[in-house]
């Protein structure tokens, strides 16, 4: 673990009382309702001591993952009113939440480092930054210390081990969740591989420590605010990315409660990957296999409403062909010669099913070593000007494709609809460190010894015609996009340059069956469009990243608006 901040950051729970709270030392330790506090790695039960003595719950409880700890969950859950049985599935439940909690919070969501560029680029001119937001060491230390003492009171504590990805693989890691949410409990059983299995292969290891909090204590002083425990007007998520630590206040929505998924498997894991030498990624991974059984694996990074998971789990209309899902939501990649690797609800509504019920699940979903990478696929939602597919000429191309990413704002975040919005690789609230830096690690792996990289693809379903009708039937129909790029990878000569990448020459994709699809408009480049795209991408990269942007990105812009101008 990094040693504790010199401006005061006290997250150190080895050397320091957490949070800086040394009166706490007098408290006792809540008493467990299940489990054994002794029992637990000496790492882990230091950690729940000190934050149990912090936030002060009723009980602790450490968590097993059994089916009858679920099955007592809940029901806890359903006595609350927090969740109610849907008839119509097997173990389906409804969880209605305030009106106030039903997103990502963006704006309060934070990298805290000793510098701000660290976290951040530092934007042109005076700007406001758009690529995270960066809290200093001693700023987080004051709105820890406003929120976390006694705000589990009368609640319990639930102790969470989990593991992102299958126990025991070299590619997992394990992160030690603390709770006062039964929902949050059963959703990362869900979500992780939950219970005591993670910490017999944790033993003395590492862990990413994780404290979560709905920020409604029942002290007996009045009623709570809502049924479901929030507290808005407090809600902050932080992230400690030089310690491993992750402390998540007020908020029981999953991207900011759930502390495993955004929080862990892409903000903290980009920076480990960073470290390391692999890539966290939001990204879905897709098994596809072709009619004379030849299999490939693509990973693709589209922004919310953009065909993610519809893409993960795909029902393709050509015949033949096979697609399973790996993954639907995020990645971790590492390259070696192998090549790896008017609606009745919210619109932000969300479900949590487990993998393992999908009937399309790859049968190497849960493989310890990972499945090969052959391709990767960004993507977006862009009614005009984008063609439906293309390819990039090289890494470098694709790497600034990917930076250049944009696609109509969705309901994931705070952002109202139908703006077109920057999203760099899929990553834009997500990125663990400064944007720029993070460009020049996915540039580095060209340079990595024995890297077998993979080729890169971008795709558009949701481009319009005049009268607002789309061009393309998109869902199942999408499989001859993917039929397009495996041959592809197969090495067939199927494209044809233009000034953005290659696009398939004329009659290279299948469209049989299909009916009338107006490919000319489908494919084509209008010049005053990609004119102002790239007006558009370079007062972004320049603003934006300003000074941290890769000279290899700007030359790739530079290049591309010579080919815009020769159009």
């Given at each position: 673990?990094?040693?504790?901040?010199?401006?005061?950051?006290?997250?150190?729970w080895h050397v320091m009382s957490p949070w800086g709270w040394s009166s706490h030392r007098s408290l006792q330790?809540?008493?467990?309702?299940?489990?054994?506090?002794?029992?637990?790695?000496?790492?882990?039960?230091?950690?729940?001591?000190?934050?149990?003595?912090?936030?002060?719950?009723?009980?602790?409880h450490i968590c097993d993952g059994t089916e009858a700890e679920n099955t007592a969950t809940l029901t806890l859950?359903?006595?609350?009113?927090?969740?109610?049985?849907?008839?119509?599935?097997?173990?389906?439940?409804?969880?209605?939440?305030?009106?106030?909690?039903?997103?990502?919070?963006?704006?309060?969501?934070?990298?805290?480092?000793?510098?701000?560029?660290?976290t951040v680029p530092l934007p042109a001119g005076g700007a406001r930054g758009q690529l995270g937001n960066w809290?200093?060491?001693?700023?987080?230390?004051?709105?820890?210390?406003?929120?976390?003492?006694?705000?589990?009171?009368?609640?319990?504590?639930?102790?969470?081990?989990?593991?992102?990805?299958?126990?025991?693989?070299?590619?997992?890691?394990?992160?030690?969740?603390?709770?006062?949410?039964?929902?949050?409990?059963?959703?990362?059983?869900?979500?992780?591989?939950?219970?005591?299995?993670?910490?017999?292969?944790?033993?003395?290891?590492?862990?990413?420590?994780?404290?979560?909090?709905?920020?409604?204590?029942?002290?007996?002083?009045?009623?709570?605010?809502?049924?479901?425990?929030?507290?808005?007007?407090?809600?902050?998520?932080?992230?400690?990315?030089?310690?491993?630590?992750?402390?998540?206040?007020?908020?029981?929505?999953?991207?900011?409660?759930?502390?495993?998924?955004?929080?862990?498997?892409?903000?903290?894991?980009?920076?480990?990957?960073?470290?390391?030498?692999?890539?966290?990624?939001?990204?879905?991974?897709?098994?596809?296999?072709?009619?004379?059984?030849?299999?490939?694996?693509?990973?693709?990074?589209?922004?919310?409403?953009?065909?993610?998971?519809?893409?993960?789990?795909?029902?393709?209309?050509?015949?033949?062909?096979?697609?399973?899902?790996?993954?639907?939501?995020?990645?971790?990649?590492?390259?070696?010669?192998?090549?790896?690797?008017?609606?009745?609800?919210?619109?932000?509504?969300?479900?949590?099913?487990?993998?393992?019920?999908?009937?399309?699940?790859?049968?190497?979903?849960?493989?310890?070593?990972?499945?090969?990478?052959?391709?990767?696929?960004?993507?977006?939602?862009?009614?005009?000007?984008?063609?439906?597919?293309?390819?990039?000429?090289?890494?470098?191309?694709?790497?600034?494709?990917?930076?250049?990413?944009?696609?109509?704002?969705?309901?994931?975040?705070?952002?109202?609809?139908?703006?077109?919005?920057?999203?760099?690789?899929?990553?834009?609230?997500?990125?663990?460190?400064?944007?720029?830096?993070?460009?020049?690690?996915?540039?580095?792996?060209?340079?990595?010894?024995?890297?077998?990289?993979?080729?890169?693809?971008?795709?558009?379903?949701?481009?319009?015609?005049?009268?607002?009708?789309?061009?393309?039937?998109?869902?199942?129909?999408?499989?001859?996009?993917?039929?397009?790029?495996?041959?592809?990878?197969?090495?067939?000569?199927?494209?044809?340059?233009?000034?953005?990448?290659?696009?398939?020459?004329?009659?290279?994709?299948?469209?049989?069956?299909?009916?009338?699809?107006?490919?000319?408009?489908?494919?084509?480049?209008?010049?005053?469009?990609?004119?102002?795209?790239?007006?558009?991408?370079?007062?972004?990269?320049?603003?934006?990243?300003?000074?941290?942007?890769?000279?290899?990105?700007?030359?790739?812009?530079?290049?591309?608006?010579?080919?815009?101008?020769?159009?």
């Open positions: 673990m990094a040693t504790a901040y010199r401006p005061g950051l006290r997250l150190n330790t809540p008493p467990v309702l299940s489990g054994d506090l002794g029992q637990l790695p000496a790492e882990v039960q230091d950690f729940v001591e000190r934050s149990a003595r912090l936030c002060q719950p009723e009980g602790i859950l359903e006595q609350q009113g927090l969740i109610r049985k849907l008839p119509k599935y097997n173990n389906c439940w409804l969880a209605r939440t305030d009106p106030k909690d039903v997103a990502r919070v963006e704006s309060k969501t934070v990298i805290v480092t000793p510098s701000q560029r660290d809290m200093s060491p001693a700023e987080f230390q004051r709105a820890v210390d406003e929120r976390f003492p006694g705000c589990m009171q009368g609640r319990t504590m639930y102790v969470l081990p989990f593991s992102m990805g299958p126990v025991g693989s070299p590619l997992s890691r394990i992160g030690v969740q603390l709770t006062d949410s039964a929902y949050v409990v059963a959703s990362m059983r869900i979500m992780t591989r939950l219970g005591t299995p993670v910490l017999r292969a944790l033993g003395d290891g590492d862990f990413v420590k994780c404290l979560h909090s709905v920020g409604q204590p029942l002290t007996g002083q009045g009623e709570p605010v809502s049924q479901w425990p929030c507290n808005p007007e407090k809600t902050l998520i932080g992230h400690v990315p030089d310690q491993r630590e992750i402390v998540s206040f007020g908020s029981g929505y999953g991207g900011n409660s759930l502390l495993g998924k955004k929080c862990f498997a892409l903000r903290i894991a980009s920076r480990l990957a960073r470290a390391e030498g692999w890539l966290a990624e939001h990204m879905l991974i897709l098994g596809i296999t072709n009619p004379a059984g030849k299999k490939r694996y693509v990973a693709a990074a589209f922004p919310s409403a953009c065909g993610k998971t519809n893409l993960a789990m795909m029902r393709p209309a050509l015949p033949g062909w096979k697609m399973e899902c790996v993954g639907d939501d995020i990645a971790w990649m590492r390259f070696d010669s192998e090549g790896d690797k008017e609606p009745c609800a919210h619109p932000n509504s969300r479900f949590c099913a487990p993998a393992r019920q999908c009937p399309i699940m790859d049968p190497a979903w849960e493989a310890p070593e990972g499945v090969p990478i052959d391709a990767i696929i960004f993507g977006g939602r862009r009614p005009k000007g984008v063609p439906l597919i293309y390819e990039a000429f090289n890494w470098c191309h694709g790497v600034f494709v990917g930076s250049a990413m944009r696609s109509e704002s969705t309901a994931a975040a705070e952002h109202k609809g139908k703006v077109i919005m920057h999203d760099p690789f899929a990553m834009r609230p997500f990125f663990g460190y400064n944007f720029g830096h993070y460009l020049e690690h996915w540039l580095s792996m060209e340079g990595r010894k024995g890297a077998r990289l993979p080729r890169i693809f971008h795709v558009n379903w949701f481009r319009r015609d005049e009268a607002g009708r789309f061009l393309w039937p998109g869902f199942g129909e999408n499989a001859r996009v993917l039929d397009w790029i495996c041959r592809r990878l197969e090495g067939e000569d199927s494209a044809r340059e233009t000034p953005i990448g290659l696009v398939p020459k004329e009659g290279a994709l299948d469209l049989s069956g299909l009916g009338a699809i107006d490919t000319t408009q489908l494919f084509s480049l209008p010049k005053d469009f990609w004119e102002q795209e790239v007006r558009d991408i370079r007062s972004y990269l320049t603003e934006q990243v300003n000074q941290d942007l890769p000279k290899e990105v700007l030359a790739e812009l530079e290049a591309l608006e010579g080919r815009v101008r020769r159009m």
